[in-house]
């Protein structure tokens, strides 16, 4: 009996593993959000999910200050409150702060109240911790409903996703992982990273790929014409 329960849990962790390995669930999620910008430009917002982190989000600001590149930064907001100065070093090089809500969790279950406390609180903590606020919010693994969106909307927030996911979170290494980027890469993308988090838990992970790929990146779209912005600077075209 307790075999088969085991049995049935792998099967089930391998099943969502193999699930998010292989789909991208945003794309069901895209709706009435901002996921890719229409524009004759060739400009695309790199974006970074989960930090910050001590140890990796500043060997990826070496990495964007190396390459002459800006990012957008998705942050966990009790990671701001951990990290305080690394959070801070994000604006002072000039990069955009975003609201990834306070503890990463998934909201499908939320009540309306319980939306506004996560998203009005870590727009506190980044206010207070960076001094810059911010009205652009992205979904913990992107799950959305119309009702969930229509509140986050209402609060007067842009509710941001992404058009090309590089996975990094999977180990990838960073040579695939541009590779296949470049392939799809459209006017107006935004690409998802992450600085932090693992597939379990929102912190931890090895982002030892995800930091050699920036400037592999930033060259390689650079050489075919591409400049990288903020999200707030590809929202206005």
């Excluded at 070496?62 to 590149?69: E, N, T």
């Excluded at 942050?75 to 975003?98: K, L, S, T």
């Excluded at 727009?123 to 911010?134: D, H, L, S």
């Excluded at 090309?164 to 990838?172: G, H, I």
């Amino acid at each position: 009996m307790v075999i088969h329960i085991l049995l049935g849990v792998f099967i089930i962790i391998a099943g969502v593993v193999g699930f998010c390995l292989f789909f991208d669930q945003a794309v069901l999620m895209r709706k009435g959000t901002l996921y890719r910008v229409g524009t004759q430009k060739k400009i695309v917002a790199l974006t970074f999910d989960d930090g910050p982190s001590p140890l990796w989000t500043p060997k990826i600001l070496d990495a964007l200050k190396a390459a002459d590149i800006k990012a957008t930064f998705f942050m966990i907001g009790y990671h701001v409150q951990e990290y305080p100065e690394v959070a801070r070093r994000v604006v002072e090089e000039g990069h955009m702060i975003a609201n990834h809500g306070f503890a990463h969790s998934v909201m499908l279950y939320y009540t309306p109240a319980e939306i506004e406390e996560e998203i009005k609180y870590t727009e506190y903590v980044i206010k207070e911790i960076t001094g810059r606020t911010t009205q652009y919010f992205r979904p913990p693994k992107a799950w959305l409903t119309p009702k969930i969106k229509r509140k986050i909307k209402s609060m007067g927030y842009d509710i941001v996703l992404w058009s090309l996911n590089s996975k990094d979170w999977v180990s990838f290494s960073h040579a695939s992982m541009v590779r296949y980027l470049v392939s799809k890469v459209q006017n107006g993308d935004i690409l998802l990273f992450h600085d932090s988090g693992s597939v379990l838990s929102r912190e931890g992970g090895d982002r030892g790929e995800t930091v050699k790929s920036i400037s592999l990146l930033a060259k390689t779209l650079k050489d075919k014409g591409f400049q990288f912005v903020t999200i707030e600077e590809l929202k206005r075209g």
